[in-house]
């Protein structure tokens, strides 16, 4: 995901929210997240954003399931 936000190129992402809920994000890119002394969780947390809705969101990166079509496994 790093490679491809640095070249510019989207990417599309499927995970779990904490609600359980299946999320699918057909077009995004990855943003700067949180530093280590801004939040416990920055460890955990993806940021993104979504260029359909121009969002900027989070997800918790083990609850990703897949990047471009392709399973993730972790």
Not at 7 to 32: C, D, P
Request: aromatic share 14%; hydrophobic share 35%; net charge positive.
């Amino acid at each position: 995901m790093k490679q491809f936000t640095y070249h510019e190129i989207e990417f599309s992402i499927e995970f779990i929210t904490l609600k359980g809920e299946r999320k699918v994000i057909q077009r995004a890119t990855l943003n700067k997240g949180y530093r280590n002394n801004q939040s416990k969780k920055a460890k955990f947390l993806v940021a993104y954003k979504d260029l359909d809705t121009n969002e900027n969101r989070q997800f918790h990166r083990s609850l990703l399931m897949k990047f471009n079509e392709a399973n993730v496994y972790l």
